[in-house]
């Protein structure tokens, strides 16, 4: 089992340059989130998209954008990357639902990106 | 004041110790809890879920106090391998405004 795939697993760009984070799940979730992690803050919520076509602003959304075209991807980019934008970013998929179960998140092994 | 806050450490305990984490957040809307386990330059984990009752899974027993909204987590017979930083994660219910915050994590380095 896949679960969920990010891809690329590494990157550094040029202040001004864009890119786009690619997040694939195959567990059939409704729920996808874009987190950044950086030192001291924890996980903070970039955007996310409660089903195909629909996205909505988390916490950090500014010099970010987002698509779910198809309900397996979730796709995040950059249009002019900044130094400021230099963090790991973790993509992480739920399915629907209230129960406990249902509210685990399920994360990709990370995307480090570098802005210089 | 943040959301969600934990201790950030570091523990720094022996083999065989029994450490306790605790964390508080500050939605008395919030639904439900959990732990999270993240190895260093790993993703984060589910470690357990955080019941009303208190719940135990091995040497983990995770505790919640709504009142107080305050959650811990305590390991025992610490392990080498419980060397991590634990996270703890809060919902706030599923809707379109749907939220999970985590806190910004608690460091533990078990020593031999």
């Known amino acids: 089992n896949a679960g969920v795939t990010q891809t690329p697993k590494f990157r550094v760009l040029k202040t001004g340059q864009s890119m786009t984070l690619l997040c694939a799940q195959d567990?059939?979730?409704?729920?996808m989130y874009w987190y950044r992690q950086d030192p001291g803050m924890g996980l903070r919520l970039i955007h996310y998209?409660?089903?195909?076509?629909?996205?909505a602003k988390g916490e950090v959304p500014d010099g970010y954008n987002v698509s779910r075209l198809k309900k397996q991807n979730f796709l995040l980019g950059l249009e002019s990357a900044a130094p400021s934008q230099t963090s790991v970013y973790f993509c992480?998929?739920?399915?629907?639902?209230?129960?406990?179960?249902?509210?685990?998140?399920?994360f990709g092994a990370g995307s480090r990106l570098t802005v210089l | 004041r943040k959301e969600v806050e934990q201790d950030p450490g570091p523990f720094n305990v022996p083999e065989g110790a029994t450490v306790a984490f605790n964390c508080t957040y500050s939605n008395s809307a919030s639904q439900s809890f959990f732990w999270y386990r993240q190895d260093c330059r790993k993703e984060p984990k589910l470690l357990m879920s955080v019941y009303s009752s208190g719940n135990e899974d091995g040497r983990f027993t995770a505790q919640l106090n709504r009142a107080s909204q305050y959650i811990s987590l305590l390991i025992r017979d610490s392990k080498l391998s419980d060397s991590a930083t634990y996270l703890c994660?809060?919902?706030?219910?599923?809707?379109?405004?749907?939220?999970?915050?985590f806190g910004a994590g608690t460091r533990l380095f078990v020593k031999a």
């Open positions: 994660v809060v919902n706030s219910g599923d809707t379109g405004g749907f939220k999970t915050i």
């Open positions: 567990m059939n979730h409704e729920y």
């Open positions: 998209s409660v089903g195909e076509g629909t996205t």
């Open positions: 992480a998929s739920r399915d629907r639902g209230l129960n406990s179960g249902a509210n685990v998140l399920t």
